[in-house]
């Protein structure tokens, strides 16, 4: 009776676990913000932002998975800002994703963040985005941030990195 009762609980849990997906896991959380029109005058710019997907962990044999999140942030109090492109490169400079498909607007003070799950290991240790935005003045840039995340039983690893404009 034991057994029963055990294979029938073991069933249940594996049943209840959805499994992996092959497509790339991430979430764009600006849904309310997409389809933009960016006006002409504005100035543009782009921003490099390094991420990991991946560190190595002891060797360069062994690597530890990270949760990325690419934070694009609005510092202006009074004026929206545009992102026109988010394009995700692996360590190799490969082109993973192109994230946003048509411009989205940032509003004051707002943050938008594109989330890659930690099971998506595509990116690997020398990930990266190029971010193409524009704005009312060259005061006024965008700032992006990236954060990784991950943690496994009662370890913890949590890092920041900052983008760097490159025109």
């Given amino acids: 009776m034991n057994k029963i009762i055990l294979v029938i609980t073991c069933l249940v849990i594996i049943s209840c676990n959805p499994g992996k997906s092959d497509s790339p896991s991430y979430v764009l959380k600006a849904n309310h ?3 933009a029109t960016v006006n002409s005058s504005y100035f543009k710019g782009s921003t490099y932002l390094s ?4 560190v190595y962990q002891r060797n360069e044999q062994r ?3 990270l949760t990325v ?4 942030r609005n510092t202006s109090l009074s004026d929206s800002i545009y992102i026109i492109s988010a394009d995700y490169y ?6 993973l994703t192109s ?14 963040e594109i989330v890659i799950e930690e099971d998506d290991k595509r990116g690997g240790t020398g990930a990266n985005f190029i971010f193409n935005w524009a704005c009312k003045d060259s005061i ?8 990784m995340t991950s943690t496994t039983g009662q370890q913890g690893l949590s890092f920041v990195t900052n983008g760097m404009r490159i025109k």
């Fill in 63 to 65: 690597t530890y998975d």
């Fill in 140 to 147: 006024q840039e965008p700032f992006f941030e990236g954060i």
């Fill in 33 to 35: 913000n997409r389809n």
């Fill in 99 to 112: 994230y946003i498909k048509s411009p989205i607007y940032i509003a004051p003070m707002e943050t938008v």
């Fill in 69 to 72: 999140m690419a934070s694009m």
């Fill in 51 to 54: 991420v990991y997907s991946q």
């Fill in 90 to 95: 692996s360590t190799n400079g490969k082109l």
